[in-house]
């Protein structure tokens, strides 16, 4: 049992998910708010990643994310360091794939706060950001468990662009979904029917208990 | 913390390379780590600065486009030529003969269902089961039940999963390792495809163990095991 | 400007959208205006357009000394900015929160403990006492209605905007609620607009009522004033006064008469208008006496009316008489106590005679505008 | 460019969404509607495909789907056919591996239709199905596209999976996403990138009309 | 029971949630039951339980000749089998219909276009002509309502169920839509239940006020009935009636009085109580008699009540007189016309003289259980 991956996968899983996670909330709450021109095509455009193939899109990433290439050159420049087979690497690529699974959910669940209700907000006095705080995300709270599971959830699977980006170095971005892909293309298949197991249940419990507490904390909505 | 290099080799050397990574380990203290994938993907990431220290290619032609670009040390060294076989799963060999004439009945008597090969458009084995099924004349009539794995090792799945008859894959699998007892083979003759060149390199910045495990691949006791996994040795590098 | 129109709340606004809108009115501190109006007249829109929310409009809107919108220098101030508290129409409580955390969102002071307390005490106010804890959704309409007037309260609002705020609530609530409200006044003098549709609720509570119609405001006077005298035969009867009739003036020799019918009316407050001028004219419930059954009474020279009766309606103790009277051709609905009623006889079909006291009569000079103030 | 793998694709995609689509609105309606302990597993249940990289997720697929698993064997008793290396097999695969996708927006969607307005239904003589498609549909509608939407897109850019289930026949089960995979690993970098140029287009178009469609129809709760 | 009751609504309700409920009436075809109460006395959840929508109760609802609902047979129908018109509290319109939509999907008879016709003849009648293609968002509140409305008569129903539907809509438009539902009592012969806090509404309306208290009908009369013989000093508060006073049952040899404080006064249905037995009484405001100044008026020797002024209220053409009576420590409150109060010179201070008829006294009778009907 490859327990660095599983660690690795979790890290990847949540920095993922935390550095979406407000992404999510102010692009899907703008897109919710907002009525203009062209919105279709903006969520299009956050859509499209998932259209290609992963390691097609990790070959691109992989590109882009080069010395040579300008996202890969600025993040030189900041950190000192190439994006390509680092752990950054593998968390912007894993962030870029799930940006519909982040802001769509989000964005539904905005669309449905009732007009009324933040306006009753904002004459209490409240700003902008308790607006957010006190009234939206509470109301949201279900829209945004699911963006950040679904998001957790794919992350720990993907597999090819992160192989493709991260180039699958122990302990730094191998992955569990790589470690158990190796294990298949070994044919090791009872390691990797373990691992799968092991991510199985575990997955399993920590989703049941999110969804479940979740949905426990005040339904709004339901009756 | 030691050095551990992150070795690049393909998928087709899993189970010979990990046997003589092992030997290597017993014998020298070092250690390696080895990543096994397609050829063509550790390829461009090699170009793109991947940090491996030496690749192992299943496909002479990659390691010789890095070296032009100036990714690896030097042009590197032939260091193993793939044998390929038709394979079934085991105590089902209605259609193994490496002369491929039992796959040649099954096909007339329109009882083959499924066929599984790697995909020629890439995989190096796969190129070399199609010029072999061409060779037989067998490449029309089969194509239509072909099915593709996307590297050597997912054609030797669809040979073993009972929804196919067979396939043709790389003797280094069958050889040694859990395939050996599931499966029931025959060797292709080599002059049924072109050689499968097999070609290493270190990347240039290689370290010191990478180096020493590159040398270790060219003595006797790793060469025996490549031997023994059913790959052909090179006489010249 | 006095300083004393400063510190109130002054609106002078225009908008096309959702419905042309032209109101101009002033509320001192304390000051409680009632809208009046028919549903859809822009009561709820002029409310949104006060507390920032509606955005489409062009004017000025000034507060407490503050200039809240001055769409002429690009001046808008957020919602936040304004300090109103509001009554939504339906209510907008905050769905996931319980009644006493509602509250306590709308407080910007103290700490928490003291806002509890203050909460509290303010559902205390609106008579919700042990339901604190319920979230809205397990409340009563009329429950949840008084929750949004203890959360508007909460504020410590610069203005308080009530958009029907006691709609929802039964006679006796509402009684004490109104009760509350009028001490309320006394404690903070800040300015207090009151959508109701309720007339009795608007004169009962309100300095001045304002009329609204199709967004347009057509008379801001005081309840007693308004009922007197309202400014147009529409006024009247969108505030529900059944006794409007055409007449003209004519002048006899002994001064200016009011012509109704083949009757000449006396009419004190004269309107200097030229004899022959068609015009409306009203007079007031409290300003019919009805002639006692063999017993004069006072005033009863006063332009007596003659009719036969049509309709008697009784509720409770009031009952409601249509008398048409053939001098006119028209019929006067008037107002008599039930026993009043039973005493003199008041059937259908029964003769009767009122006095129209010179007092009351109201002619509506046609050209009148509403004067905005 | 190999329009027989777009055709098949759009396919394979169509087949997934319209699959999904009841499944989505059944089981995401029951969801949203009942709340009984173990919901969150329930919920957590249809997320477990995401986690297994599509690869292993593909070849356990592949096992079952195989004539000697239940599931495959019921598919040839019925049909006189395989699921593996098949349409329908991939078509299977791509549904349950979308499953998650169909169902949580479809589920948030329902949780938002007010109670009383359901209610208010009943009372006017709405069946239980007039409701849902004259009531509760139209008032889910963003929320479907969302699933749709998703589902319809992770399905043309899924690869690991209908690869392993589907053996990349041509015509039959070899999707553009497996086509442009095969140029980019064949080092066709040109054809590579003039398939994903022209799905990304067509992409970008297509889900940009149905959103801005979808959005433009009765923006019900965005004012 | 008779063909009558059969083709009515007849309920028998308990529930313990959301509040304790026992109820039990029975309302004839045409007929129209106000239920008034205060907020959150479980008017709401009966209508709810009607339409089948509250369903953890026990009990038996049975309509136009059908068991809707018996718990002890297991039999529950659903709400859609009820064909129940109700009106929501909150409208509870279809957010994406506009209002002709809105009515149109409640009609399950007829061609789309018969339909549309009927659609569009019925929001005439609630007023709404040229609005039919709006959103419910973009209707004001008192529209919406009256889409509500149209919307529950839409359906053809076998029962009507209002809960508070004029509740935001204007005077006029309420006395306009009063009438229409007057008209269509007429039309169809349906039962009418009609949640209210408009006590004159509900007078104006209703044949039945059930007058509910936590849960609890305390008593279900005709409106005359109701005002007149409250059943109990709660009934007579819940109905904003103010003359409840204690007193007790004497006997002083003419036969059975009611001592009050120390009057004894006269009345006409005598209780039968045993002398000394404590009770409540009330008085209707027409059974207070106010003694004009200098001319002794019908019915003044009966039961005089003397006392000083303490509060005058004037609303309009009705002044409301507090009068506290020396000789009994109460006060009474009184409701005359301003004029007549005007010219009686009431103010407070002022002395003045009232009678209490006998005819109007109403003793309640302590173990008074009111029989459910
Ligand atoms: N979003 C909108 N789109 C179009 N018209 C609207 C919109 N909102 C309101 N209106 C119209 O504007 C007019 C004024 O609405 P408003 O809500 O101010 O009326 P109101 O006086 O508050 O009525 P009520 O007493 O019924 O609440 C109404 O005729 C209404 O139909
Ligand atoms: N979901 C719930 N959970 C707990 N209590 C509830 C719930 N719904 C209603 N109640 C309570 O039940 C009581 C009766 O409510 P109901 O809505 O029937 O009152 P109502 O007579 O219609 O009042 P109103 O005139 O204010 O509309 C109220 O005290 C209310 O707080
Ligand atoms: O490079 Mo491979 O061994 O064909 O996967
Ligand atoms: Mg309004
Ligand atoms: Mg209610």
Same mark, same amino acid.
């Given at each position: 049992m490859d327990w660095t991956a599983f660690r690795l996968s979790v890290e990847l899983a949540a920095w993922t998910t935390a550095i979406l996670l407000p992404i999510g909330l102010l692009v899907g709450r703008w897109l919710a708010y907002h009525r203009f021109r062209g919105r279709g095509f903006v969520e299009a455009l956050i859509a499209l990643p998932l259209v290609l193939p992963p390691t097609v899109l990790g070959y691109y990433l992989l590109v882009s994310f080069s010395r040579d290439a300008p996202i890969g050159q600025l993040w030189l420049a900041f950190t000192g360091d190439g994006l390509n087979f680092s752990f950054a690497g593998i968390v912007l690529a894993s962030v870029i794939f799930n940006l519909p699974f982040a802001i769509q959910p989000v964005q539904r669940a905005f669309e449905t706060v009732p007009a009324h209700v933040r306006e009753a907000a904002w004459c209490c006095g409240l700003s902008t950001s308790r607006t957010l705080t006190r009234i939206e995300l509470p109301l949201i709270w279900p829209g945004l468990i699911s963006a950040m599971v679904l998001t957790f959830v794919h992350t720990i699977g993907e597999f090819g662009v992160v192989l493709m980006v991260g180039g699958a170095i122990d302990g730094e971005t191998k992955t569990v979904a790589i470690a158990i892909y190796d294990r298949v293309q070994a044919f090791d298949d009872e390691a990797a029917g373990a691992m799968s197991l092991v991510l199985l249940i575990a997955s399993f419990i920590a989703i049941g208990l999110v969804y479940g507490l979740a949905g426990r904390a005040r339904g709004v909505g339901v009756r | 913390q030691q050095d551990r290099p992150v070795i690049a080799a393909a998928s087709d050397l899993q189970f010979a390379l990990s046997e003589i990574a092992e030997q290597f380990e017993a014998e020298t203290g070092r250690s390696v780590r080895l990543n096994f994938g397609s050829s063509g993907n550790f390829r461009r990431q090699i170009a793109q600065g991947a940090p491996y220290e030496l690749y192992l290619s299943a496909d002479e032609t990659y390691v010789h486009a890095l070296h032009e670009e100036g990714h690896l040390e030097d042009g590197g060294i032939l260091y193993a030529i793939g044998r390929i076989v038709i394979v079934a799963p085991r105590g089902e060999d209605r259609i193994v003969d490496g002369s491929l004439v039992r796959l040649r009945s099954a096909l007339d008597d329109r009882t083959l269902r499924r066929f599984a090969i790697a995909n020629p458009d890439h995989a190096p084995y796969g190129v070399a089961a199609r010029q072999a099924l061409q060779a037989a004349g067998q490449w029309e009539l089969i194509e239509p039940r072909l099915?593709?794995?996307?590297?050597?090792?997912?054609?030797?799945?669809?040979?073993?999963? %009972?929804?196919?008859? %067979? %396939? =043709? =894959?790389?003797?280094s699998l069958v050889r040694g390792g859990p395939l050996a007892e599931r499966a029931t083979y025959a060797l292709i003759p080599e002059s049924a495809h072109d050689p499968l060149r097999q070609r290493m390199a270190l990347v240039a910045d290689a370290g010191e163990t990478a180096r020493a495990f590159y040398d270790y691949l060219q003595q006797e006791a790793a060469r025996a095991v490549l031997a023994d996994f059913g790959f052909e040795l090179p006489d010249t590098p | 400007m006095s300083a004393d129109r400063e510190y109130g709340l002054s609106i002078e606004l225009k908008a096309q959208r959702p419905i042309p809108l032209a109101v101009d009115f002033h509320v001192k501190p304390g000051e409680l205006l009632a809208l009046v109006g028919p549903s859809g007249s822009g009561k709820t829109t002029i409310l949104r357009t006060i507390a920032g929310l509606q955005r489409r409009v062009v004017g000025r809107i000034s507060c407490a000394g503050r200039v809240w919108l001055d769409t002429a220098r690009g001046l808008r101030l957020s919602p936040q900015a304004r300090r109103v508290g509001m009554v939504f129409q339906d209510y907008a409580l905050f769905p996931h929160c319980n009644a006493l955390e509602n509250l306590m969102l709308a407080m910007d002071r103290g700490s928490p403990s003291e806002r509890a307390t203050m909460a509290r005490a303010l559902l205390a106010r609106v008579r919700l006492e042990g339901l604190e804890r319920r979230l809205p959704g397990e409340l009563s309409g009329g429950q949840q209605q008084r929750v949004a007037v203890a959360r508007a309260l909460a504020r410590e609002p610069d203005i308080l905007l009530l958009d029907e705020p006691f709609s929802a609530v039964d006679m006796m609530t509402r009684q004490r609620l109104q009760r509350e409200l009028a001490a309320l006044r006394r404690d903070i003098r800040i300015p207090i607009l009151f959508v109701t549709h309720d007339l009795t609720e608007a004169t009962a509570l309100a300095d001045r009522i304002c009329v609204l119609h199709e967004g347009h405001a057509l008379q801001t006077d005081e309840p007693e004033a308004l009922f007197r005298r309202p400014a147009s035969p529409q006024v009247a009867r969108l505030l529900g006064r059944p006794n409007v009739f055409q007449g003209m003036i004519v002048n006899n020799g002994q001064g200016e008469r009011l012509r109704w019918g083949s009757l000449e009316l006396e009419i004190r407050d004269t309107t200097g208008l030229p004899p022959g001028t068609p015009v409306h004219w009203y007079v007031p419930d409290s300003d019919i006496v009805l002639h006692r059954r063999e017993r004069p009474s006072r005033g009863e020279r006063e332009n007596p009316v003659n009719g036969v009766i049509e309709e008697c309606l009784t509720l409770g103790a009031q009952t409601y008489v249509t008398l048409h009277c053939s001098e006119t051709a028209d019929s006067l609905q008037i107002n008599v106590s039930t026993h009043a009623a039973a005493r003199n006889g008041l059937t259908p079909g029964a003769e009767a005679s009122v006095s129209l006291l010179s007092d009351g009569i109201h002619v509506m000079v046609p050209e009148t505008v509403q004067e905005p103030r």
């Open positions: - | 099915v593709y794995g996307e590297n050597v090792s997912q054609a030797a799945r669809y040979a073993l999963s %009972g929804d196919t008859d %067979g %396939g =043709i =894959i790389a003797y | -």
